[in-house]
């Protein structure tokens, strides 16, 4: 049974401070990973798709890389910035099944 | 690109009450969807997803139930709902291989 866990469970840095944060999963084959962000009481904000094909993807200060090998992923947050202080959450898919999720890592970054 | 509705957004309801949670999705045509929990400082559970209409599978058993009466229409439904149905409820779609994406989520108190 395919496992998601996600370390740290929480970090706190002072703005401008450059980041990862850290994703693995037990069993290698997945189809996708997918990092997203929420904010306390609302619904999951898609930040990075990375299919089972790909290696890395980036979106403006957000870059996430996938070893499937090695069964994990990191997201690298660089110059963090108060606005992105939420949780981030990690979830694999597999082939025929839904996201599978980790707990999350609560971030806090302050000014 | 896609877009989750769902609501009630809100909605306290009593113990031994009916219960209907509606989501719909716009910008694209027979997607996976699937319906998720979310208890107080726990993580996302996967309660039902469907990957056509009227093909429904269920995670978790309970009091709950889903159906698909149409290709971007999924409901969650409930006869008679106990205090532990209390929570954040997701829903999420979208094609396989592809981003999916998250609603703004349902908050049910069951009191």
């Known amino acids: 049974k395919q496992e998601v866990t996600q370390i740290p469970a929480a970090l706190s840095v002072p703005e401008g401070e450059n980041l990862v944060l850290n994703c693995s999963f037990t069993?290698?084959?997945?189809?996708?990973l997918q990092w997203f962000r929420q904010d306390p009481g609302k619904g999951l904000t898609s930040l990075l798709l990375i299919q089972s094909s790909q290696r890395e993807q980036t979106s403006g200060r957000l870059n996430a890389s996938l070893d499937k090998s090695s069964g994990r992923s990191t997201l690298y947050i660089a110059a963090s910035q108060p606005g992105d202080s939420a949780t981030y959450l990690c979830a694999v898919i597999e082939a025929g099944t839904a996201l599978i999720f980790g707990k999350g890592t609560t971030l806090s970054v302050s000014s | 690109s896609q877009t989750i509705h769902q609501w009630p957004a809100t909605l306290v309801q009593p113990v031994g009450s009916p219960l209907s949670l509606e989501c719909t999705v716009e910008g694209t045509s027979n997607p996976n969807l699937y319906w998720y929990r979310q208890a107080a400082g726990r993580g996302l559970q996967l309660l039902f997803y469907s990957v056509g209409i009227g093909q429904i599978s269920s995670e978790v058993p309970q009091n709950l139930s889903a159906s698909r009466p149409q290709d971007r229409q999924f409901i969650l439904s409930s006869k008679k709902l106990l205090l532990s149905d209390s929570g954040f409820y997701l829903c999420?779609?979208?094609?396989?291989?592809?981003?999916?994406?998250f609603g703004e989520g349902s908050w049910l108190t069951v009191v």
């Open positions: 069993d290698s084959a997945i189809y996708n």
């Open positions: 999420a779609g979208g094609l396989i291989g592809n981003t999916i994406y």
